[in-house]
């Protein structure tokens, strides 16, 4: 079993800063791109910024500039440092790995979500 867990969400003012955190564990032979996602209520989930193994990123038009994504990939972590928030950024963001869990397998995983706000 793998499971992705995500941390670091919350409630901050506009302009401040918050860092996800999303931990793969189990059974991983190895992770290819991980991801952030974010989706509020009625809309489709969006992808905010991607990367890759070897470290290539991909934002959203949104992101870019603001925030930043990086991978740990001796601990199976990936990272979205997001500055300079906005009361638009608020959404359940999502972690994305896709996860080879057995010899020659791969799939996508998600993690639970956590939940954003920008608000005064």
């Known amino acids: 079993q793998v499971q992705l867990v995500e941390s670091g969400g919350g409630l901050v003012q506009p302009g401040g800063s918050l860092r996800l955190s999303c931990a793969a564990s189990?059974?991983?032979?190895?992770?290819?791109?991980m991801g952030w996602y974010r989706q509020t209520p009625g809309e489709q989930r969006e992808l905010v910024a991607a990367i890759t193994s070897g470290g290539i990123t991909n934002y959203a038009d949104s992101a870019k500039g603001r925030f930043t994504i990086s991978r740990d990939n001796a601990k199976n972590t990936v990272y979205l440092q997001m500055n300079s928030l906005k009361p638009e950024d608020t959404a359940v963001y999502y972690c994305n790995a896709n996860i080879e869990y057995r010899r020659g397998f791969r799939r996508s995983y998600w993690g639970q979500g956590t939940q954003v706000t920008v608000s005064s």
């Open positions: 189990g059974s991983i032979f190895s992770i290819n791109a």
